[in-house]
T-cell receptor, first 116, second 114 residues
């Protein structure tokens, strides 16, 4: 059962334009959503997050939008730069213990290629 | 450098063998995790430890046994390796960031079972 879905395995965008990566989820118990960026032969690195009580979070060139009624979130990158070329994973979080252990459920990723 | 490190980076072995993957973090985090990324690119949590105590144990075969000698280390031992165990295994540790635990991932260990 795939609770977090990224339906676009790849996306190509011209440098300077906006990149929009999409993610859908099915579990309404998720209370936090995150985007991770991954370069080849490296582990995922945290990019930006959003709590389920918000609908937008912005950090520099990166903005994440959350539409809870549609169970949909998106990551906007503007302007896109060549260094943004990577695989982007959407993840959803449900806290599982009082110790703060987070169980992250990941999507399968979208490979973003920025064309110079 | 402060980071999450894993050894080895690549591991090629025969079916039926027993192998271990080591993970160390020097970030001072109390919580560590093991994830598996399979051939379909699904990244799934396997285990989570907090200060050497097992907190999350997903539906993982008993052949997989995590061991945490101290809170900076979380090793993964796999017995009787099977072809389906071939995957990239990521270790992670986390710190509290507001109301959320930000997770830091290691570079991964690519395990190939022949």
């Amino acid at each position: 059962d795939q609770q977090v879905k990224q339906n676009s395995p790849s996306l190509s965008v011209q440098e300077g334009r906006i990149s929009i990566l999409n993610c859908d989820y099915t579990n309404s118990m998720f209370d936090y959503f995150l985007w991770y960026k991954k370069y080849p032969a490296e582990g995922p690195t945290f990019l930006i997050s959003i709590s389920s009580i918000k609908d937008k979070n912005e950090d520099g060139r990166f903005t994440v939008f959350l539409n809870k009624s549609a169970k949909h979130l998106s990551l906007h990158i503007v302007p896109s730069q060549p260094g943004d070329s990577a695989v982007y994973f959407c993840a959803a979080s449900a806290r599982v213990s009082n110790f703060g252990n987070e169980k992250l459920t990941f999507g399968t990723g979208t490979r973003l290629t920025i064309i110079p | 450098d402060t980071a999450v490190s894993q050894t080895p980076k690549y591991l090629v072995t025969q079916m039926g063998n027993d192998k271990s993957i080591k993970c160390e973090q020097n970030l001072g985090h109390d919580t560590m995790y093991w994830y598996k990324q399979d051939s379909k690119k699904f990244l799934k949590i396997m285990f989570s430890y907090n200060n050497k105590e097992l907190i999350i144990n997903e539906t993982v075969p008993n052949r997989f046994s995590p061991k945490s000698p101290d809170k900076a280390h979380l090793n993964l031992h796999i017995n009787s390796l099977e072809l389906g165990d071939s995957a990239v295994y990521f270790c992670a540790s986390s710190r509290l960031r507001g109301s959320y635990n930000e997770q830091f991932f290691g570079p991964g260990t690519r395990l190939t079972v022949l």
